[in-house]
């Protein structure tokens, strides 16, 4: 079977860290045709913009997407790029699992949860104005809609990954209307999984607890701003955003992207960390049903993080962005 992507380089260091992760998932055999389109900063002096309408169209036609991280200007108008192609595209799952790697040291272990955000509305559906010359304001949407469809994928997430638990994530204490809604509508989904547990958690709680005991989570489900803080803090107890990868799922296509940033400063330096991007790209290949190049491709990226020689300077080791990919391909091929 073949597939269609979207390749979207992205800025600062995306097209390195995109090129590293297309080389190994070209090399664990998968037949892929890469169609390749621009956004970001980098593009605004041609189109005007930073999401020009073909990035959006081809992502329609292809319905799936591995995408570099893209920076967005500040301060000349333009809201961010991500939440923008989120909306357009209904991506309304944000998909972000944190999980322990073998020779990533923190103080946590046998961490394995992701994280389910809803990603269309909440205080990210950008509404906001100023109040007079000294207050702004800005407004809250939470639709029983969308609280509805995102609860739906999380509880549809742990049961097709065999996870155990589901815990929803609120602060229904004090906004009892929205976040009330969002945790009304997570206890009304969960009755028709019996076989999943489902617990309530208020999110300065679940910041503490997932300090504290993270390998007692599985699958947390929150709204748009919770989630984005609180997939953050997971990732910390991995090793960082640099491990982190990312997908947005919507009913008619899929971008999957790294966590992190465009890091301009490190761009064209061959010393970046690909990781977040590979991982990202196998969420893709498990998207497409392509598991067994999936899992070929994790357990080659487990060898080489148990190699320093072959890691990124913030892995501990000494190698460059393509060496890493490289050392990834050399283990696949010794799978073969």
């Known amino acids: 079977m073949s597939h269609t992507i979207t390749l979207i380089p992205g800025d600062g260091i995306g097209p390195e860290i995109t090129e590293a992760a297309r080389r190994v998932i070209d090399a664990a055999g998968v037949r892929i045709r890469w169609e390749t389109v621009d956004a970001g900063e980098a593009v605004i002096p041609q189109y005007g913009t930073p999401l020009p309408r073909q990035v959006i169209d081809l992502i329609k036609k292809n319905k799936v997407a591995l995408k570099g991280p893209l920076t967005t200007p500040v301060g000349k108008g333009f809201r961010s790029i991500n939440v923008a192609l989120r909306r357009e595209l209904n991506l309304y799952a944000n998909v972000r699992p944190a999980r322990s790697l073998p020779g990533i040291e923190t103080r946590y272990r046998d961490v394995d949860l992701v994280v389910v955000r809803e990603n269309t509305e ?77 617990e309530e958690m208020i999110v300065d709680a679940m910041c503490m607890k997932l300090v504290q005991s993270p390998e007692a989570y599985d699958v947390l489900l929150l709204p748009n701003l919770y989630g984005d803080i609180v997939s953050d803090l997971c990732a910390g107890l991995v090793g960082g955003l640099g491990v982190a990868p990312g997908a947005n799922i919507g ?16 761009a064209g330096k061959n010393r970046v960390n690909p990781l977040a991007t590979i991982l990202s790209g196998v969420m893709m290949l498990e998207y497409l049903g392509e598991r067994e190049a999936a899992e070929r491709i994790t357990a080659a990226v487990f060898k080489v993080l148990a190699n320093k020689s072959s890691l990124t300077y913030d892995l501990g080791g000494s190698a460059g962005t393509g060496e890493m990919a490289g050392a990834i391909i050399k283990a696949l091929e010794r799978n073969k």
């Open 251 to 266: 009913a008619e296509a899929a971008v999957f992207e790294p966590v992190h940033g465009s890091a301009p400063k490190h």
């Open 122 to 198: 909440d205080l990210y559906a950008g509404i906001e104005h100023r109040v007079g010359n000294d207050a702004a304001e800005s407004i809250k949407i939470i639709t029983g809609e969308a609280s509805r469809r995102i609860a739906g994928y999380a509880f549809d997430l742990a049961r097709r990954q065999g996870r155990k638990k589901v815990t929803v994530v609120h602060k229904a204490n004090i906004m009892k209307l929205t976040d009330g809604l969002f945790l009304d509508c997570a206890r009304e989904v969960s009755k028709a999984y019996p076989d999943v547990i489902f």
